[in-house]
T-cell receptor, first 114, second 117 residues
Framework: EPEVTQTPSHQVTQMGQEVILRCVPISNHLYFYWYRQILGQKVEFLVS????????KSEIFDDQFSVERPDGSNFTLKIRSTKLEDSAMYFCASRVDRGYYEQYFGPGTRLTVT | AQTVTQSQPEMSVQEAETVTLSCTYDTSESDYYLFWYKQPPSRQMILVIRQEAYKQQNATENRFSVNFQKAAKSFSLKISDSQLGDAAMYFCAYRSPSNTNAGKSTFGDGTTLTVKP
């Protein structure tokens, strides 16, 4: 069964550094998402991406964050200058189309900012 | 905006018994999707079951079933014959399939389920 993959599984970085989290969505999917889960808290929506542009973003997704689909397969989340509070699990998800379609989650990347 | 509420931060069940996890939501939409996800210690999000709002029949997946009450905006998960492997955090989630919406999911706070041997 096709699946969403994410790399790395765990990233440790120092405060102020830039990080790029990578996701490979399922190949025929058109909608892409990033979610964040701070340890012990709920999963929160960050951003959705469709047709090479952001379709919706949350209040969390400020100027420090950016997303990109640099080629036909990868979908990346960049955090320009990491803060301690960015430490969280980041989930990528993808969906084939609008309407009644499943949203598939990747295994997540655990980001630790020291 | 849609909201999802899970009023039980923690639940426990004896192995082989049945447990029900509660979820309520608030929306003004008539069409939507509801989900239950399981998150084990690995923190991967595993889809347990889903329900389309237009379907009156409650979804079932083996030992997992839901009680979907659209008018009450309630979506509870029943786990029958609980197994030790069912121990995890369970999240209820809402998603709109509307063409005008990006289709993001909104999650509840989660319920930690403990299964006692």
């Amino acid at each position: 069964e096709p699946e969403v993959t994410q790399t790395p599984s765990h990233q440790v970085t120092q405060m102020g550094q830039e990080v790029i989290l990578r996701c490979v969505p399922i190949s025929n999917h058109l909608y892409f998402y990033w979610y964040r889960q701070i340890l012990g808290q709920k999963v929160e929506f960050l951003v959705s991406f469709y047709n090479n542009e952001i379709s919706e973003k949350s209040e969390i997704f400020d100027d420090q964050f950016s997303v990109e689909r640099p080629d036909g397969s990868n979908f990346t989340l960049k955090i320009r200058s990491t803060k301690l509070e960015d430490s969280a699990m980041y989930f990528c998800a993808s969906r084939v189309d609008r309407g009644y379609y499943e949203q598939y989650f990747g295994p997540g990347t655990r980001l630790t900012v020291t | 905006a849609q909201t999802v509420t899970q009023s039980q931060p923690e639940m426990s069940v004896q192995e082989a018994e049945t447990v029900t996890l509660s979820c309520t939501y608030d929306t003004s939409e008539s069409d939507y999707y509801l989900f239950w996800y399981k998150q084990p210690p690995s923190r991967q999000m595993i889809l347990v079951i889903r329900q389309e709002a237009y379907k009156q029949q409650n979804a079932t997946e083996n030992r997992f079933s839901v009680n979907f009450q659209k008018a009450a905006k309630s979506f509870s998960l029943k786990i029958s014959d609980s197994q030790l492997g069912d121990a995890a955090m369970y999240f209820c989630a809402y998603r709109s399939p509307s063409n005008t919406n990006a289709g993001k999911s909104t999650f509840g706070d989660g319920t930690t389920l403990t299964v006692k041997p």
